[in-house]
Nanobody, 124 residues
Framework: QVQLVESGGGLVQAGGSLRLSCAASGRTFNGYAMGWFRQAPGKEREFVAGISSSGSRTLYADSVKGRFTISRDNAKNTVYLQMSSLKPEDTAVYYC?????????????????WGQGTQVTVSS
């Protein structure tokens, strides 16, 4: 059974940092792109960052560019999201996801497995 488990969320003050982790189990995802999405209350789920299967290419939403960094450790079947200079508008449930495509896609419908989400709350 495939599982994605996120961790690392929590409450942080504006300007602070958090590091999210997403550990995959049940199969290896080394050949597939992975992404992070987020969903704030009353809003649609939105793409945050993506990373190609090899980790050589990354893509970020404009709202987080320069503040967030996505990385992956294929030996550990884990993807990370380092978040810095956090803002109250970053408050959301953050989800990691895996797509069968090798290239990054920003469309949630193209992702095949999802984690349960981890809450990130940024206080002002």
């Amino acid at each position: 059974q495939v599982q994605l488990v996120e961790s690392g969320g929590g409450l942080v003050q504006a300007g602070g940092s958090l590091r999210l982790s997403c550990a995959a189990s049940g199969r290896t995802f080394n050949g597939y792109a992975m992404g992070w999405f987020r969903q704030a209350p009353g809003k649609e789920r939105e793409f945050v960052a993506g990373i190609s299967s090899s980790g050589s290419r990354t893509l970020y939403a404009d709202s987080v560019k320069g503040r967030f960094t996505i990385s992956r450790d294929n030996a550990k079947n884990t993807v990370y999201l380092q978040m810095s200079s956090l803002k109250p508008e970053d408050t959301a449930v953050y989800y990691c996801a895996v797509t069968y495509y090798e290239s990054i896609t920003t469309y949630a419908t193209y992702y095949h497995y999802w984690g349960q989400g981890t809450q990130v709350t940024v206080s002002s």
